[in-house]
């Protein structure tokens, strides 16, 4: 079995400010991660992924995640937001082979202008 | 990448009755996804849909109440049955793609009202 905790429900931070959102998995195999975004009254959309290789992952929109499996985290960072990020941020996790994918609670991010 | 398409896109129905959510793929597909997105809370999955087999269900959710459809690759039909209020939700679909690598395609959801 596999979990998600995303510890911030929500993240307010002024434009041009650098954020990090953070994710903790716990599983008993290997996994691969993902960050999704979902904007107001929409599905939701691949920011990046993580499924082997090297641990910094670079997704769309200028986001960046750092994979470490020590601390089995997977931390979400942008070094500059702007207003158009204000959105809901789910982290996932799943065991690959497509089984289920499992997803945090989310965290929302406003963007204060 | 694989665009996804559901229909309706929202809806208001009345307790009791029964509303068929479709989901169209532009591409053929190994598994398709269903969840519910509750008012202000995660993604639950409701079950996986292959084509030429009846769907898995999770735990806490009965193909009664949740009939599914896959009659091919790029289509499937989710059921919500015998509405209440509680299944006020966005129901989404999802799909891995046959040749992508490992994350899921959501379409955009439709967000169902039961009154």
């Known amino acids: 079995a596999q979990s998600v905790t995303q510890l911030d429900s929500q993240v307010p931070v002024f434009e041009e400010a650098p954020v990090e959102l953070r994710c903790n998995y716990s599983?008993?195999?290997?996994?691969?991660l993902f960050w999704y975004v979902q904007y107001p009254n929409q599905g939701l959309q691949l920011l990046l992924k993580y499924l082997s290789g090297s641990t910094l992952v670079k997704g769309i929109n200028g986001f960046e995640a750092e994979f470490n499996k020590s601390q089995t985290s997977f931390h979400l960072r942008k070094p500059s937001v702007h207003i158009s990020d204000t959105a809901e941020y789910f982290c996932a996790v799943s065991p690959g082979g497509y089984q289920k994918v499992t997803f945090g609670t989310g965290t929302k991010l406003q963007v204060i202008p | 990448s694989a665009v996804i398409s559901q229909k309706p896109s929202r809806d208001i129905c009345q307790r009791g009755t029964s509303l068929t959510i479709q989901c169209q793929v532009d591409s053929q597909v190994t598994m398709m996804f269903w969840y519910r997105q509750q008012p202000g809370q995660s993604l639950t999955l409701i079950a996986t849909a292959n084509q030429g087999s009846e769907a898995t269900y999770e735990s806490g959710f009965v193909i009664d109440k949740f009939p599914i459809s896959r009659p091919n690759l790029t289509f499937s039909t989710l059921t919500v049955s015998n509405m209440s209020p509680e299944d006020s939700s966005i129901y989404l679909c999802s799909v891995v793609h046959t040749r992508g690598g490992q994350e899921q395609y959501f379409g955009p959801g439709t967000r169902l009202t039961v009154t």
């Open positions: 599983s008993s195999v290997s996994v691969y």
